[in-house]
Nanobody
């Protein structure tokens, strides 16, 4: 199983980015997929998760209303649209999945067994 996250970059506060997570050797359609992030010197933080069963979603309070997770199963890809970015969103973002159909909450992403190399998001003030 390989997950590839992409789409990170440098953006000014208030800007937007869309992260993509593409899988190989694994069909994302049947499983929950999520994102977590880690800022320098801080612990990992679950950001968002989307279920496979009904497409329901979970968001951390810190990103609710600004981030949107979605999936295009025919592309075997999950996205994280990030709007109204803040400097505190600066982190390396990782996508993750496991053999589960649903996330209980965003913290589920922290214990998922499959995770890709992250993509860096830097938000300037």
């Amino acid at each position: 199983v390989q997950l590839q996250a992409s789409g990170g970059g440098f953006v000014q506060a208030g800007g937007s980015l869309r992260l993509s997570c593409t899988a190989s050797g694994f069909t994302l359609e049947y499983y929950a997929v999520g994102w977590f992030r880690q800022a320098p010197g801080k612990e990992r933080e679950g950001v968002s998760c989307i279920n496979s069963s009904d497409g329901s979603t979970h968001y951390a309070d810190s990103v609710k209303g600004r981030f949107t997770i979605s999936r295009e199963d025919y592309k075997n890809t999950v996205y994280l649209r990030m709007n109204s970015l803040k400097p505190e969103d600066t982190a390396v973002y990782y996508c993750a999945t496991d053999h589960v159909a649903e996330c209980r909450n965003v913290d589920s992403t922290l214990v998922m067994n499959y995770r890709g190399k992250g993509t860096l998001v830097t938000v300037s003030s």
